[in-house]
Structure formats: C-alpha cells, structure tokens
C-alpha cells in the first residue's frame, strides 16, 4: 500500500515536470516538438485548445497501442492522456511564461523544455503506473521490433512531424533539435528515474516497517 502511494506520487509528479516541459518548447517559439506540431497544426485547422487535442490524438494512439499489445491499458495510461492535456492547457494560461525577445533566451528555453521534458516521461514510466498514450506505442514497438528506444522514438517524431506540418503546425529548427535529442535524453533519463522511484519505494516501505 505505502509503495503504491509512492508510485502514484512519482507517476503525478512526473507528469507535472512533462507538461511544463512541453509547453516551455512551444512557448519557445523555435518550432514545436513533432506531437505539439499535430496538436497546434490540428487546433489551426479546427478549432478547441492545444491541450484538447493532445487528449483527442492520445485515445487515438492509446487504442493502437492496445491493439498491437492486445492488451487492455492500465488506468495510469487514461490518467495521463486526460491530465497532460489539462496541464499544458493550464501551464499556457500562466502570464510569466513568455516568449524569450532574444535567439539566446529562446535555444535555452527550448533545451530546458526538452531536458525537462525527458526527465519527466522518466519519472512517470518509472512509477509503473502506465505509461501514457505515444510512450505505450513507443514502449510496445520496442517490444515488437527490438529497436533501442531513442531509434522507436525517433521514428515516431518523424511521422506525427509530417503530418502535423500538412495541417500547417510550426515547423523550425527546434523541431529538428527536439527530434533528434528527445530520444537520447529518455535514453538517459529513464534508468536513473528508474533507479530513484526503486530506491524511494524501498525507503519508505523499510521505514513503514521499522515504525510498527
């Protein structure tokens, strides 16, 4: 019980610092991250809030998943599906998140939102509470293909980036960065987040045991 709540508080976390990281990229305004490229390119074409769509493409994405893995999905992966959007929503009505006025300010807040958005699907995947909707696709192909992480990754920017850039998404030299780099800082970030949810499970559950 003591580590679920653990988990559960990892999981939500972790999907605090995703969402702040994907709206850091777009408010970046260097070219959005392949999905927010759909998500923005969608809202263009029709209407509702970014944040709207990143929910709508998720049951998409989460449906596909569970086909391929004929397997039904945990309650984590509905949860993230439902709250990313709600969150990057939210995170884009915040005043203080402004554009940078110079490339400097700009090429930071965009790393900064690729770092911290890595480091968040991290933190969630960890938890072990389901994965969300693009990273039960990303974590099912791996399993299907065998392909390293950073390549499935990739291969999946790539897609989403055309289609969204057809419905007229932002497309700019940070979508490149972001889809070449993404990859590779999931690559590092998942062991270690990995590595941090066991050791604060383990911890609690030892001190739990030592209070009774």
């Not at 969630?124 to 950073?150: C, F, Q």
């Amino acid at each position: 019980m003591k580590e679920s709540i653990v988990r559960w508080t990892v999981y939500f976390l972790g999907l605090l610092v995703m969402s702040f990281g994907i709206v850091l990229t777009i408010k970046a305004d260097m070219g959005s991250a392949p999905w927010d490229v759909l998500h923005i390119g969608l809202y263009r074409q029709f209407g509702l809030t970014i944040g709207t769509w990143s929910i709508i493409v998720g049951i998409i994405v989460l449906a596909a998943s569970s086909l391929l893995s004929k397997q039904w999905p945990q309650i984590g992966a509905f949860l993230n599906m439902l709250l990313v959007g709600l969150m990057i929503d939210m995170y884009m009505m915040i005043p203080a998140l402004q554009t940078p006025h110079t490339f400097i300010g700009k090429m930071a807040m965009l790393f900064g939102g690729i770092i911290i958005t890595g480091y968040g699907m991290g933190l969630y995947i960890s938890a072990k509470m389901g994965a969300g909707p693009r990273d039960s696709l990303m974590l099912v192909l791996m399993e299907k293909t065998g392909w390293r992480v950073e390549y499935i990754r990739i291969a999946m920017e790539v897609f989403v980036l055309l289609v969204g850039w057809i419905l007229g998404g932002p497309v700019s030299i940070g979508t490149l960065i972001f889809s070449v780099t993404i990859g590779k800082v999931i690559g590092i970030a998942l062991p270690q987040c990995q590595q941090w949810t066991a050791r604060m499970a383990v911890a609690k559950t030892g001190m739990n045991g030592l209070s009774r």
